[in-house]
């Protein structure tokens, strides 16, 4: 599965129905709106696309902390429900480490919702570890 890097080309239309999947609080013409100025920021968007589909979206950063080094930081994961166990996911991972060792970077960090078992399940399968707790104050 080849993985893309989403530009000022990329229909985002598409992207964001899949995002919302993920994000369903939010409407897709949000997300999109959303997406486009996180790119301005350094966001990145890599998307696997099959017979005019999006398969799977991965929203990250690359960034650099005292705790991590340089690294990826994956703000939002997901795979199309509509073709979900197909390796997408795991063709996205994969993606991702690789891209990360390219630019550098010794680590891959995201968050996953406590209540997201069957996510958990798969980044444990794809070599994620569970390292910490997140903790946040929302609304401020």
């Not at 902390?65 to 795991?90: C, F, M, P, Q």
Request: glycine share 6%; aromatic share 10%.
């Amino acid at each position: 599965m080849e993985v893309k890097l989403a530009d000022s080309q990329t229909d985002f239309q598409r992207i964001a129905v899949v995002m919302q999947q993920l994000r369903t609080q939010f409407p897709v013409s949000y997300i999109k709106k959303q997406m486009i100025e996180q790119m301005e920021d350094g966001y990145q968007i890599a998307y696997i696309e099959k017979d005019n589909e999006i398969l799977c979206v991965a929203g990250f950063v690359i960034g650099k902390k005292l705790s991590w080094g340089k690294h990826i930081y994956v703000d939002d994961i997901v795979t199309n429900e509509n073709t979900r166990s197909k390796s997408a996911g795991s063709a996205m991972v994969k993606w991702l480490k690789q891209h990360a060792k390219e630019n550098g970077c010794q680590q891959i960090h995201l968050d996953a919702g406590v209540q997201r078992y069957m996510a958990h399940k798969f980044y444990l399968r794809e070599g994620f570890i569970i390292a910490s707790h997140h903790f946040s104050i929302s609304p401020l």
